[in-house]
């Protein structure tokens, strides 16, 4: 199945895209699993997720955990921590 990545703000500028759809690999569980799985595609996207513990994810439009599974998922947008004011 195909997983659409949707990449926002400073995370879209280091990896160099907005968006890619892909075919993630077996074993690829959980948001965590994604994320290492991702840092290990290129210097971009190494460096866009070498702290994973800040970025936030929405599995179709709502935001979740880390340990959170991703079977089934159609969307999955990464976002670097927001401020606000």
Known sequence: ???RLIYFAWVRERIGT???DVELPAGIETVADLL?????????YEHALQYPDVI???I??????HREKIAGAREIALFPPMTGG
């Open 36 to 44: 290492r799985w991702l840092q290990s595609r290129g210097e971009g």
């Open 56 to 58: 936030r994810v929405a």
């Open 18 to 20: 907005s968006e890619e």
């Open 1 to 3: 199945m195909t997983t």
């Open 60 to 65: 179709n439009q709502e935001h979740v955990d």
